[in-house]
């Protein structure tokens, strides 16, 4: 059974940094696009950032320039480093991944748990 398992949240200052985790474990034959999305208290869920098999990111506008999403395919895993955090910032974050289980042929959206990050002002 294939899960997606995310780390990295916790409490910051305004301005400071956080990095998330989100390691797929389990039956998987590929991963293609893996990514990022928060839902803050109140509101729906939204994008973040993604990133292809291949490398290409994209990123929600108001956090371009301060987060980077990045990927270690060997270990199935997704990163998302965040910077200059605003309070703004503060949210569940959820991971996503596309993931082909060896027992499919085809590929099946993946959420993780979520992990809460809060940015003091």
């Known amino acids: 059974q294939v899960q997606l398992v995310e780390s990295g949240g916790g409490l910051v200052q305004a301005g400071g940094s956080l990095r998330l985790s989100c390691a797929a474990s389990g039956s998987i034959f590929s991963i293609n696009t893996m990514g990022w999305y928060r839902q803050a208290p109140g509101k729906g869920r939204e994008l973040v950032a993604t990133?292809?098999?291949?490398?290409?990111?994209r990123y929600e506008d108001s956090v371009k320039g301060r987060f980077t999403i990045s990927r270690d395919n060997a270990k199935n895993t997704v990163y998302l480093q965040m910077n200059s955090l605003k309070p703004e910032d503060t949210a569940v974050y959820y991971c996503?991944?596309?993931?082909?289980?060896?027992?499919?042929?085809?590929?099946?959206?993946?959420w993780g748990k979520g992990t809460l990050v809060t940015v003091s002002s």
């Open positions: 990133i292809t098999s291949n490398g290409n990111t």
């Open positions: 996503n991944a596309d993931i082909r289980p060896r027992s499919l042929a085809a590929y099946v959206a993946y």
